[in-house]
């Protein structure tokens, strides 16, 4: 079945030491997205790429990079971690033009 | 900007009882909107759509309303069941593209 995957679905790491999530799609959508999402809370966007295309959001942290080496693959990097960080990360894609996004399983993140 | 509420956080509903979730929305450009379903430690999970030329979309036990003039939406759930239980979540996008913008999420309870 087509769908999007991320790995691993639980991550601990210490505070400080950089960490990177990934996420792969075999649905071929032309985008991706990173959300974060804490506690109790709604999924917010970090960032966007259509195709290479990367798009920050104004207020993510500059903690958080994104990689996407080709269509299939997306990477989030958090540099630092701190406690702050911990949350569930979220990958998506859509294609190009339909805001529908197909979500990941998620992955859920530790910082101790 | 968009900005998503939800009238309520938490709905307790009895089995075979219909449920009806709310939501606000800010930005009178937005023309498309998504139900997402949310269980726990799994990523969003599409229930639904309507675009803003509709008024009202069903689908299996579930139906969409859309009203442009007070910008709210709301998804009714019907015959409520106990693997109902979850967060639903609206999600808004203009045009189809600009990314999903998250309203706050309410946690629907099914009381057996």
């Known amino acids: 079945d087509a769908m999007v995957i991320q790995n691993p679905r639980y991550q601990v790491t210490q505070f400080g030491k950089p960490v990177t999530l990934s996420c792969s799609q075999t649905?071929?959508?032309?985008?991706m997205y990173w959300y974060q999402q804490k506690s109790s809370q709604a999924p917010k966007l970090l960032f966007h790429y259509y195709d290479k295309d990367f798009n920050n959001e104004a207020d993510t942290p500059d903690n958080f990079q994104s990689r996407r080496p080709n269509t299939s693959f997306c990477f989030l990097d958090i540099r630092s971690p701190g406690l702050g960080d911990a949350a569930m990360y979220l990958c998506?894609?859509?294609?190009?033009?339909?805001?529908?996004?197909?979500f990941g399983q998620g992955t859920r993140l530790t910082v101790v | 900007g968009e900005s998503v509420g939800l009238h309520l956080p938490t709905l307790s509903v009895q089995e075979g009882d219909n449920s009806i979730i709310n939501c606000a929305y800010s930005?009178?450009?937005?023309?498309?909107f998504i139900w997402y379903k949310q269980e726990s430690g799994k990523g969003p999970q599409f229930i639904i759509d309507i675009r803003s030329n509709m008024d009202k979309r069903q689908g299996q036990r579930v139906t969409v309303l859309l009203n442009k003039t007070v910008k709210h939406l709301s998804l009714q759930i019907a015959a409520t069941q106990p693997g109902d239980s979850a967060v639903y979540f609206c999600a808004v996008s203009n045009s189809g593209n600009t990314p999903l913008v998250f309203g706050k999420g309410t946690r629907l309870s099914v009381i057996a």
């Open positions: 930005n009178s450009a937005s023309d498309y």
């Open positions: 998506a894609t859509s294609r190009l033009g339909l805001a529908e996004a197909f």
């Open positions: 649905l071929n959508h032309n985008v």
